[in-house]
């Protein structure tokens, strides 16, 4: 995904040649070299200020919402982490690195209703898809501990990626 120059980087899973693996070694990899990427790269970097987090289940619009913000004119101190974030223990050693390391962690919580995740992995090729259980667990697991400040954000942004003119208000594109 090509950056435009006033944002530094999107790191996302996604993007590792592992990341749709059979093999759960595999897969565990791909969210590694994101936290690797993160630790010895973003965090030290600085000229990177703040880091947004997008929070919500597969299927949510995580990866479309990151293609738009890229297109958004960010100050070159704006970091995109792209994954589900579900895992709360996880999530907190997440901000709790992005804090330690004097940067703003912002959480964007997508707020899709679950039967519309449900509906747009029903429309992924393999092995993109997840499955109806996989998105019912991990919004069963962030409605039941969603992000807050307590954990540590500096901010926290609820966003309906269904409506485009909610996008346009918040983050200033058409």
């Known amino acids: 995904m090509a950056l435009p120059p006033t944002l530094s980087r999107i790191l996302c899973p996604d993007e590792h040649p592992d990341?749709?693996?059979?093999?759960?070694?595999?897969?565990?990899?791909?969210?590694?070299?994101?936290?690797?990427?993160?630790?010895?790269?973003?965090?030290?970097?600085?000229?990177?200020?703040?880091?947004?987090?997008?929070?919500?289940?597969?299927?949510?619009?995580?990866?479309?919402?990151?293609?738009?913000?890229?297109?958004?004119?960010?100050?070159?101190?704006?970091?995109?982490?792209?994954?589900?974030?579900?895992?709360?223990?996880?999530?907190?050693?997440?901000v709790k690195r992005i804090r330690a390391a004097g940067k703003q962690a912002v959480a964007v919580v997508m707020q899709t209703p679950t039967t519309e995740c449900v509906r747009r992995d029903s429309l992924r090729q393999p092995p993109r898809c997840v499955g109806q259980r996989v998105i019912e667990q991990k919004a069963a697991e962030l409605r039941r501990f969603p992000p807050t400040r307590a954990e540590g954000w500096t901010s926290i942004v609820t966003l309906d990626p269904t409506v485009r003119e909610e996008l346009g208000a918040r983050w200033g594109w058409p």
Not at 41 to 67: H, N, Q
């Open 19 to 94: 990341r749709w693996s059979p093999d759960p070694t595999k897969r565990a990899e791909a969210f590694a070299s994101v936290a690797r990427a993160l630790r010895d790269e973003v965090l030290v970097d600085p000229a990177v200020r703040r880091v947004l987090v997008l929070v919500g289940p597969p299927g949510a619009g995580k990866s479309t919402t990151a293609a738009e913000l890229a297109r958004v004119q960010w100050d070159a101190g704006t970091v995109l982490v792209d994954a589900c974030h579900a895992d709360q223990p996880m999530r907190i050693s997440l």
